[in-house]
């Protein structure tokens, strides 16, 4: 921020009431929209930085000005916010990574004859609109299969534009000719065209395919079964089978959902899966218990907001273009604005009967299943995603950039090697080496090593200095299995680990630029600013593939020290069996596979083994048995490794 001073001198200024603020960057942009109900209060927290997010310092650090607007409720200040999203489109706020128009089925019913058609406009006021589909083939599919089921015309149709005019030309026009359409003949419309129904009779079809479209298709399903029957009870067999098709094609959409769910529940069920950057999201909806509509979409933010921003922004931009809107809602967490949202969406809802929108998270049952099925499948909406935009080859390429220029590297690090150390109190202390070629996991390149060093407790430091000594001995940067020298060496920790890094390579004579991760902050230090650390941008590619590769140096460091420590406790067992040597004990867990189901056998499944004499087997089923009663009594007497642990 550039006076920080005078934005808070200014915050004085600002009420203590519900409304909309909007901070400004360079030129009067608009970089973010909120709402508040304490509008001075909220702001400050963006000042004074005690707003958690990950994102408020980047913010701040482009805001300018600032600008609010008083409203005389929560439930105005949400409508304003989402109107001001809507007009600046703020980089800070959550929108749609494609933010293309998604396509709507609509019926034209201010028309006589209503049609059906797919379109990406929503601005006839006496036009229904469904959706929004994110699948255009998808929107497509419906509209085929509505019209074999209620038939009805569609907007394609020529002589359906003919007629149209003229009846716009002459009103009390009737309907005549003897040139039906080809939909007619094959039953997908009614033939207005030729006066085969009347405005009456197609109202009634309308009527049908909103209730079909709007998934409430129950009783829908009742009257085409009775129109069967009548047809059948009247000998017109023809137009009985014709209405038997369409029953069978509406069970079969039925049928084809393999989850079974309550035929009542209407929900709207929406999933999150996100990464540091982009969030997928699928939304179920669901009526009268079935899927009727599977939607994803791609955010712009992940994990550099908080929750309740990614949840609330997603439901204003969602809702703003839906058509339908259920009275239940079920998300993974219920936004700090749940209460404001649910009376937005209320309103929107409309209902005659008085129905109210509710946000729900599950903790158990069917709509808990159902959410755990959105967020898997908003997983692989997200990794279609990345695979269709190419985005993780864009973003390594970007971050190995940034890289570049934070740490004023000669070129981009195109080999980075990531050292980590996992101890406890000095026992069993191993390191890991994990590399990325070309910003992707090199796992054919990862090295482990067991310290060798003995200080009887945890000194990141030494040990540090001497996987790095046994790394970059020049033997070793000789050796092809090793790979090439890296252009980049990060060391997890902080200044004390760096230093040993630095210390080690002046020693062997290299120049390999270096800096240490410190895991707090996410700060890095290098040698040559001694201001304090580097701070990569919150969200930025550079500070995910840096996450990225300290993480899987820690997962990598502790999976070997787990399994010494697991190899440590059984030996430290066996060790104490007399008449159990080396080669016996190698057979035992050969035989067995493992200390857990050596521990279950009993004395003649020990002594069958070729090799063990049967008084030894009975000493190994003593041993392991008081080893038992050990634990269960909670450890009185610990081993040297038990005793590490506490």
Known sequence: MSDNASIKEQLDAVPQSPG?????????????VGKAKQLRNRMRQYVNLSDERAMIPRLME???SFEFLITESEHESLILEKNLINQYSPPFNVDFKDDKSYPFIALTKGDVFPVIKYTREKQVPTSRYFGPYTDSRAARHVIDIVRRVVPICHSKCAQWRQLKRRLEADP?????????????????GPGPCIGACTPEEYAQNVKRVERFLSGHRRGFLDEIEAEMKQAADNLDFEKAARTKTR????????????????????????GFNREETITGVHVLTVREGVVIISNEFILDKGLDISDDDLISGFLLRYYEQATEIPTRIIVAGLPEDAATLEE??????????????RLKTPQRGELSELLKMAEKNAKYTLGRYKVRTRYDE????????????????????????CFDISTIHGQHSVASMVVLTAGQPDKSQYRRFKIKLDTGEANDFAMMSEVLKRRYAPERLADERFGSRPDLLIVDGGKPQLTAAINELKALDLDIPVAGLAKANEELFV????????????GSAALYLVKQIRDEAHRFAITFHRELRGKAMTVSILDNIFGLGAKRKKLLLKTFGSLKRLREANVDDIAAIKGIPREVAEEVVAVLRQDVRKEASGGAEQTPEASSRT
């Open 20 to 32: 909309v603020y909007l901070w400004k960057g360079e030129a009067g942009k608009v970089l973010y």
């Open 62 to 64: 482009q805001v300018r």
């Open 172 to 188: 009390d026009m009737v309907p005549a000719g003897d040139k039906p359409c080809f939909d007619y003949h094959v039953g997908l």
């Open 247 to 270: 029953l069978e094609t509406v069970r079969g959409l039925q049928d084809r959902q393999h989850v079974q769910l309550s035929p009542s529940l209407d929900a709207d069920v929406i």
């Open 344 to 357: 937005w969406l209320t309103t929107k809802l409309a209902s005659k009967h008085g129905a109210r929108v």
């Open 394 to 417: 864009e973003r390594i390429n970007t971050a190995l950039l940034q890289l570049e220029s934070a740490l004023a590297l000669d070129k981009p690090p195109m080999r980075i090697e």
């Open 527 to 538: 040698p040559w600013y001694e201001e304090g650390a580097i701070v990569l941008p919150s």
